[in-house]
């Protein structure tokens, strides 16, 4: 007598079921055509921002100041330098401003306005007529702008204090100029050759008050002593 061999049939596809597996078959060649497209861009894209900061670094360094304009740093994280109010921006108002006096920041500026809107402490030394006091003024009136509205009888936001009523003034000529574009109230307290009668000026400008006081110590002493300037 014969025997049968035996047959094993490991699958049988019927033809929906070929279809199905040719259909799951090119889903997997698009997702993974898709996936090198998306992998291409993403390098493009990184490639692109990488161009992108090298040009930025390399018109930094064409734009480094000249040997005579040389400004040492110290300190942890010290921000880039700007080169142009367009930079830094101060915000249309301010840079309008900007833009009509000078053709572009100068040495300290640069150097601290980016640490100063970041919050940094900043000592900045420089010569007479650097543009130091620019170089603090501008950034702490557009911190003042980021604050709530004052409550009426607060205090002024901004301090700014000078040893002598002629610094004072030069000071407070620098911040007039912003204070009608950036709507901010500026006051000044100060002693002189006329100390009574500027004295009650002054007072009388800082009681109805003021987002900013220029001061010397001694009269701002004698007007929060007096209630008239509250800090």
């Known amino acids: 007598a014969g025997s049968w061999g035996s047959l094993k049939v490991e699958k049988f596809l019927y033809a929906d079921d ?14 993974r055509k898709a996936e090198r497209k998306q992998a291409k861009l993403e390098f493009e894209i990184l490639r692109e921002e990488q161009k992108k900061q090298a040009k930025k670094e390399d018109q930094v360094r064409r734009k480094a ?9 110290e ?7 700007v080169w142009s109010f367009e930079e830094i921006n ?5 840079n309008e401003i900007l833009c009509s006096r000078f053709v572009r920041p100068s040495p300290i500026q640069c150097y601290a306005w980016p640490s100063i ?5 900043v000592i900045g030394l420089a010569d007479t007529g650097s543009g130091k006091t620019m170089a603090y003024v501008l950034p702490g009136l557009i911190h003042l702008k980021a604050q709530r ?23 407070a000529t620098e911040t007039d100029r ?8 500026v006051g000044l307290a100060y002693g002189g050759k006329d100390g009574g009668a500027d004295r009650v000026k002054q007072g009388d400008v800082l009681s109805q008050g ?16 007096a209630s008239i300037c509250k800090l």
């Open 18 to 31: 070929v279809a199905k597996e040719e259909e799951e078959k090119a889903a997997r060649r698009e997702e």
């Open 65 to 73: 100041p000249k040997p005579a304009e040389h400004v040492r740093t």
């Open 75 to 81: 300190g942890e994280g010290v921000p880039l330098p």
């Open 90 to 94: 101060f915000g249309p108002a301010a």
């Open 117 to 121: 809107m970041k919050g940094k402490d």
């Open 149 to 171: 509205p004052p409550n009426p009888g607060d205090g002024p936001i901004m301090l700014l204090l000078a040893p002598t009523r002629e610094l004072v003034l030069q000071i």
């Open 178 to 185: 912003f204070k009608d574009a950036l709507q901010v109230r």
């Open 210 to 225: 003021v987002d900013v006081v220029a001061a010397t110590p001694g009269r701002l002493i004698d007007f929060v002593e």
